[in-house]
């Protein structure tokens, strides 16, 4: 996988090998064309930038991820985050 984006940022072509993932949800936010917004629940190694290209084509259109919130990782959730700012005062405090 590191291969890919050093071979990407070079400007070089790099081809991802297909591996099997689980989208266990897939949900259409909003629809602001030319934007759709989604969210997805997936599995690890699943990349989100592929799914939005790959929608994109389906729709024969075209697609590219334009932003991209990871909201939960594991057992960390967004909710559970904390500003800079705190973050700052606790480890001053």
Known sequence: ???VY???RRGEVGIMKPRLITINEFEITAINLP???FRIACTKGTYIR???Y???HRLNSGGY???LIRTKIGDLKIEDAMT???FIEK???
Do not use: N, P, V
């Open 1 to 3: 996988r590191d291969r």
């Open 50 to 52: 592929s799914i939005a």
């Open 54 to 56: 790959d929608f994109g």
């Open 35 to 37: 934007e759709i917004s």
């Open 6 to 8: 050093k071979t990407a």
């Open 65 to 67: 991820l334009s932003s």
């Open 84 to 86: 800079i700012e705190e």
């Open 91 to 93: 480890t001053e405090g």
